[in-house]
């Protein structure tokens, strides 16, 4: 389910490295991220003037980060994705019943799926402060403990490497 009504081109350049580059991997999308990408051969600080002050220089061979439209990182992920995705709609309610769970969507319409015996969740929200929380667990407990559906029970047992970083 996707709010926008339609799939949303353009967007800022992000960098894609790091745990999230390893997810990448696991999912088979790393071969079309690397063709996307726009290869960064250095990162240069500039002053108030901008006259440069210094230049890191990256080896061709460090293709570890993936420098790319964040449209194009959408687009490759909604490529993958088996199930349709459906623009103009949010989900309004969730509801677990054994092995199926039925979401209701905000323009009345149902939908029923069958549970997996893995889960990923990402949790994203707008934060005005930029600080990163000194609790992370706590914090998504805050955000989203009262939602319902498997959400208390994931919670309840985030790992103690829980992956919580920000978006800009």
């Known amino acids: 389910m996707v709010q926008a009504s339609q799939f949303r081109n353009g967007g800022y350049m992000v960098d894609f490295y790091g745990a999230g580059y390893q997810v990448a991997e696991r999912m088979g999308l790393a071969a079309r991220l690397q063709e996307l990408r726009y290869p960064v051969t250095g990162l240069t600080y500039v002053n108030h003037d901008g ?3 210094s230049r ?5 061979t460090f293709r570890e980060v993936v420098s790319l439209l964040r449209s194009d990182l959408a687009r490759t992920i909604a490529d993958q994705v088996r199930a349709p995705i459906q623009y103009g709609t949010t989900i309004e309610a969730v509801h677990q019943d054994g092995d199926e769970v039925a979401l209701t969507l905000a323009d009345g319409t149902q939908r029923t799926a069958d ?3 893995q889960l990923a969740l ?16 706590g914090t998504l407990r805050r955000h989203y403990g009262d939602l319902g559906w498997i959400l208390p029970a994931a919670l309840s047992r985030l790992p103690e490497d829980l992956y919580y970083d920000q978006v800009t």
Do not use: C, K, S, V
């Open 51 to 53: 006259r440069q002050t």
């Open 56 to 60: 890191f220089t990256l080896p061709p």
């Open 115 to 117: 549970l997996q015996d």
């Open 122 to 137: 990402l949790f994203l929200w707008r934060e005005d402060d930029p600080a990163i929380a000194a609790d992370p667990a």
